[in-house]
């Protein structure tokens, strides 16, 4: 029988590593910094009485964030160690039980799934950018209302299917080529793909990041100027402290701060994606994830903290002035991103550049997310059903070019977009965080994890943290969850029953999609359970103590 | 933009920044670490006693 232990005798099952060790930090940082970003970030902060936000925010960050970070980088190199890089087997090993490669599942789903509409939203960026770069978005001068009118028609808000109708519109040809972009690179494999296409994108965005939080900071006062603006003004209301009544620290007792603190540090650090437990898994038994962990989610925070927070909203303030800047314009990130600032960009000096580069930078954010969402896939096809590579990547690319081209269709208002980031991108995302939270902390054991963090490591991690990890971080996630749900879900089936047939049939199918995805998924990894037990991979026991010993 | 503010931005961006250069001056200066495998001096072939 196989050993299921990181051994030479077992080659197999050592299949592709990471060229080097900043590659992968970039490849994990790049998964991280999306549009959320820079786009998310800046708004929420804004809202929710700017300089206070940043409290709860960086406690999030402290006892959600970069503990559940390196729970999943040590878990995952775990998994990695026992042969396994996919989350099903990763989960197998964890704890080996019979349902616990079920709960794997759902770290197939959500990159699949998230991939399904975020590529589309990629396709934009680059669209936009090109857009800027001709000079076509140029057109609408100063009026936000032309921009918004000009989005609407771009994706397909009007009307289900009417960007397939007439003739072959902008946006379709644009996800086209995102969408053959994305895959030629996941089928270069993890080093010569992934990690090299990651190599130069990362410090590319940082080098555009950094050439438009110069251009901004310099900008001084817009010609003609809204009354008494500048750019200490603009900077003020993304940072002074505000609460209601004058009082700003009164503000911390809102629930709802810590609720939008909590959710956006989730969500930036990519924490429950199941894509660093993927990534991870193919690092060596002895590499650093301590290091590594806080590397990548501190070069997430800069783009996030430094640029985003400088960047966005006050080049919006400063030449849209505070009455533009409503709650429902800084509360979306697509009203922010695509609406908003290209009015923003028409007024600049030398806008049509830096409107060109800012959409770029977008794009740039967006595709080493999508990149990292195909791997996991990719490796459970590989390993679980044994397929070579490129099978794998054709059966991935059929099944998200379908689901894509079922958002694409269902496009009046973005609501099938909506139901998918609604479900997919935010309910499962903090259910498979949980999840692993709780599995690291109380089924697979804390010392357990403390001395696999601890092998290689670099840094040496304070004992403090993994009393976070197995009481404070459940705990804070549970409670965040629950309040998210109890405020969230109630009004989006009220939102559902209001809607008008068609849409809410569009709902309907987007849900029912869901389910499939997640049925297909979970059929998959039980016949690759099969075909694991067939080899001797899963790991009972008794192979278990075997390749703890052989790794001490 | 109130002295409030101006203390957020600074300490909000410095500890990421401080944080970062932190993070990224470990990882280019530390060398990788590599498997510990026994080299061949390590291994006792207990041929050499007279």
């Known amino acids: 029988m196989a050993s299921a232990s990181p051994t030479r005798e077992t080659p197999a099952l050592a299949k592709e590593n990471w060229g080097s060790r900043l590659g992968v930090i970039l490849a994990v940082a790049g998964s991280a910094v999306g549009l959320g970003n820079f786009l998310r970030f800046p708004g929420l902060a804004a809202i929710h009485g700017g300089g206070v936000f940043m409290i709860p925010y960086f406690i999030s960050l402290l006892i959600l964030g970069i503990p559940i970070c390196w729970v999943e980088w040590t878990i995952g190199r775990y998994g990695g160690a026992q042969g396994f890089n996919s989350s099903p087997g990763i989960f197998s090993v964890l704890w080996p039980n019979r349902i616990s490669k079920y709960f794997g599942a759902l770290a197939l789903v959500i990159p699949v799934g998230i991939y399904i509409y975020y590529v589309y939203i990629e396709a934009w960026c680059l669209a936009y950018a090109w857009d800027y770069a001709s000079g076509r978005l140029m057109t609408y001068g100063r009026d936000v209302a032309g921009y918004k009118s000009h989005f609407e028609r771009f994706v397909g808000m009007e009307a289900n299917g009417f960007l397939l109708h007439g003739n072959v519109q902008e946006s379709l040809i644009f996800l086209v080529i995102v969408f053959v972009v994305n895959f030629i690179l996941i089928y270069r494999g993890l080093a010569k793909g992934i990690e090299t296409f990651c190599t130069f994108a990362m410090p590319l965005l940082l080098l555009v990041g950094l050439v438009l939080l110069v251009r901004v900071l310099t900008l001084g006062a817009p010609e003609p100027p809204p009354p008494g603006e500048n750019i200490g003004k603009a900077l003020g209301f993304m940072w002074n402290p505000r609460g209601e009544g004058g009082d700003p620290w009164k503000a911390l007792t809102n629930p709802e701060l810590w609720l939008a603190a909590a959710g956006q540090i989730f969500f930036s650090l990519s924490v429950g994606f199941g894509i660093i437990l993927n990534y991870a898994s193919y690092l060596r038994p002895d590499d650093d994830v301590a290091l590594s962990g806080l590397t990548a989610s501190s070069m997430n925070e800069f783009c996030e903290v430094c640029l985003g927070g400088l960047i966005t909203v006050p080049v919006a303030f400063l030449f849209l002035g505070p009455a533009d800047l409503n709650k429902d314009v800084l509360g979306t990130s697509l009203s922010l991103g695509f609406m908003a600032l290209p009015a923003v960009f028409a007024r600049m000096p030398a806008g049509q550049f830096f409107g060109a580069l800012w959409f770029f930078m977008l794009f740039l954010a967006a595709i080493t997310s999508s990149l990292s969402m195909l791997q996991p896939a990719i490796a459970f096809l590989e390993e679980g059903l044994g397929m070579g590579r490129r099978f794998s990547v054709a059966c991935l690319g059929l099944i998200t070019a379908i689901g894509g081209l079922l958002v694409v269709y269902f496009s009046k208002g973005l609501i099938g977009l909506d139901t998918m980031d609604f479900w997919v991108g935010t309910v499962f995302i903090f259910v498979l965080a949980t999840v692993q939270v709780i599995l690291v902390g109380w089924v697979f054991g804390i010392d357990r994890a403390r001395e696999e963090l601890r092998r290689g490591a670099q840094l040496e991690v304070p004992g403090i943290f993994w009393w976070i990890v197995k009481y404070v971080s459940p705990v804070y996630l549970l409670a965040i969850f629950s309040l998210w749900c109890y405020r969230n879900i109630p009004a989006k089936c009220r939102e559902v029953r209001n809607m008008e047939s068609e849409d809410r049939a569009t709902v309907i199918l987007m849900l029912a999609l869901i389910v499939l995805l997640m049925l297909f998924f979970g059929l998959l990894v039980n016949l690759a359970a099969k075909r694991w037990a067939r080899l001797g991979r899963l790991p009972g026991p008794a192979i278990r103590e075997r390749s703890e010993q052989n790794r001490t | ?50």
């Open chain 2, 1 to 50: 933009m109130t002295p409030a503010g101006w203390i957020v931005m600074v300490l909000s961006c410095g500890v990421v920044l401080a944080l970062v250069a932190f993070c990224l001056y470990r990882v280019l200066t530390t060398p990788a670490s590599t498997e510990h495998m026994h080299a061949p001096l390590d291994i006792d072939t207990r041929d050499t006693e007279e």
